[in-house]
């Protein structure tokens, strides 16, 4: 019965398990990091379609690229990406948050750093991924001196809670999708000087134009126009910020997509860039088994990768 159950589970909410929860908050970190991969190899047993769709897309790339015999290699270090990203999130919702201060501060680094000094207090937007730490973010924001909001969905009740009340310690501002007044509340504090953090590359909440389209993974994909909206809106300066894992620590990549007063479209410069960082590294790209999924109409996953060039009239 207990395998039947375990099927029916989202990944999100089966690492949020209330034992999980408890034992991240007791057992040392690298103890709890053990437990969560072991759990996590346990739940892809019993998750084929997780499993091949992981494949699938690394198979897409790997073929393209001079050892593709480094395709397990890739794999597996997917699979550990993937249950790093839910550590992730466990320790910073469940741990002390001096704790995670600790811990985040002395193991950061910025690349590009003059990009946040020119829009400290002007209000920005900053656009990410589902990509290596993205869960520390929001918090190495903070720490870098800014006033922060993000734009997030929560699986369990309880995990918003725990990040509610610590984000309110740290100023950070909240923003549930599931809620409404999304896009009235992000301008607005926009407009009070926050650094608004919203994610691309989810494609099953895309809001596509019904007549443009970009490039994505060397294929054309509907182009979703909510960043467009954000953009047009507050006229601010908009960048792309990914949280990249590093040997000893982590690196917040910063990339700028848009100077706020230039006609733009944020979603398809955002996705050019976030490709680049996926092809270097696509074993820290978490969002292969959706990306798979979500894109199949779009993606021949059987084919190799290839870049390609977007026609102008394509993208009208």
């Known amino acids: 019965m207990w ?8 990944i999100s909410v089966f690492f949020q398990l209330p034992v999980n929860v408890f034992l991240v908050r007791h057992l ?5 990091r ?5 759990l996590g190899f346990l739940f892809l047993l019993f998750k084929e379609k997780t499993r091949r769709n992981v494949i699938v897309g690394l198979n897409y790339l790997t073929r393209a690229k001079p050892l593709p015999q480094m395709l397990p290699i890739y794999v597996l270090k997917t699979y550990l990406g993937i249950f790093e990203h839910y550590l992730e999130k466990l320790l910073l919702g469940y741990r002390p948050l001096s704790e995670m201060i600790d811990f985040l501060r002395p193991r950061l680094r910025v690349s590009k750093r003059y990009l946040l000094d020119q829009i400290k207090g002007k209000g920005a937007i900053l656009v990410t991924g589902h990509f290596g730490a993205v869960e520390f973010l929001p918090l190495a924001l903070a720490l870098l001196g800014h006033k922060v909001a993000i734009i997030c969905r929560f699986k369990r009740p309880e995990l918003k809670r725990e990040l509610s009340r610590r984000a309110q310690k740290m100023g950070v501002q909240i923003i549930d ?10 301008i607005g504090l926009l407009k009070q000087g926050y650094i608004l953090i919203t994610e691309c590359d989810e494609f099953e909440n895309w809001r596509p134009y019904p007549d443009r389209h970009t490039l994505f993974l060397g294929a054309r994909v509907p182009l979703d126009r909510t960043l467009d909206i954000f953009y047009r809106r507050a006229r601010c300066p908009v960048l792309l910020g990914l949280m ?4 000893n620590g982590y690196t917040l990549c910063l990339e700028p997509l848009a100077g706020g007063r230039e006609h733009a479209e944020i979603a398809a410069r955002a996705l050019k860039v976030l490709e680049k960082y996926i092809l270097e590294s696509p074993e820290q790209w978490y969002q292969w088994p959706e990306a798979v999924e979500e894109l199949q109409p779009y993606i021949n996953w059987d084919e190799n990768y290839a870049p390609e060039t977007l026609s102008p009239a394509s993208s009208l």
């Not at 395998?3 to 989202?10: H, P, T």
């Not at 053990?34 to 072991?38: C, E, H």
């Not at 599931?178 to 509340?185: D, F, I, L, M, S």
């Open 3 to 10: 395998v039947s159950g375990l099927k029916k589970l989202n």
């Open 28 to 32: 040392p970190l690298g103890l709890y």
């Open 34 to 38: 053990l437990y969560l991969w072991m």
């Open 177 to 186: 999708a599931n809620e409404g007044h999304v896009a009235t509340r992000a």
């Open 244 to 247: 990249r894992r590093d040997e």
